[in-house]
């Protein structure tokens, strides 16, 4: 059953929902500002019955973004239980590098799922590029810093950056079948590995 909890982070206010599940987390920490990011992880999650975690700002007509190492606050209750309860993270965050419109970056403290899941996008979501190299992916959608909230969990975790094109269809924030899929099968295998890991990495 979905909590929720309202959040003020540098005077913001926010609306975290979280889902529990399995040792796998979807995160989406700017699900009204990077469209798709809050339905694909709510939608890859329930199929795999992992947790989910997002952020969002109804009813605000320009949403603020804050930096994601600025959102790992002690004070939002529902995120320290994610971080409690999950192995190891997947987050979703949306980039709109016009030189890169169908290329995702996987970047993260965790190098070994990064790649995982990049496999799996080869494989079911093709005609997207899928980026695991760190020196390929620009410095500022690497997802290394410390207090993001991607690499607090045990085992760390990915940061998945995605074009439009990879988060919705048409006018809508409806997520691609294909990619969809592709993380969908990645969280099922991280969620194996991570069920026979005690130490980072995978």
Excluded at 24 to 42: C, P, R, Y
Excluded at 84 to 104: E, F, I, Q, Y
Excluded at 186 to 192: D, F, M, T
């Amino acid at each position: 059953m979905s909590r929720t909890e309202h959040v003020e982070i540098e005077g913001v206010p926010l609306v975290a929902t979280l889902v529990p599940g399995g040792a796998i987390g979807l995160l989406a920490l700017h699900g009204s500002n990077e469209g798709g990011t809050a339905e694909l992880a709510d939608l890859v999650a329930r199929r795999c019955g992992a947790t989910s975690l997002v952020f969002t700002q109804p009813g605000v007509p320009r949403p603020r973004h804050i930096p994601s190492p600025r959102m790992a606050v002690d004070h939002c209750a529902l995120l320290r239980e994610f971080l409690g309860r999950v192995a190891l993270t997947v987050s979703l965050h949306g980039h709109m590098r016009s030189h890169a419109p169908r290329t995702l970056f996987l970047g993260g403290g965790n190098r070994e799922a990064a790649h995982l899941l990049a496999g799996e996008l080869l494989v079911l979501a093709p005609r997207f590029r899928a980026v695991a190299d760190l020196a390929a992916i620009p410095a500022a959608l690497r997802g290394l810093h410390p207090r993001n909230p991607v690499n607090l969990t045990r085992l760390g975790g990915v940061q998945v950056e995605l074009p439009l094109t990879a988060r919705t269809t048409g006018p809508a924030d409806t997520p691609p079948q294909p990619v969809a899929d592709a993380l969908a099968a990645g969280v099922r295998r991280l969620a194996q590995l991570a069920s026979t890991s005690t130490q980072d990495p995978l």
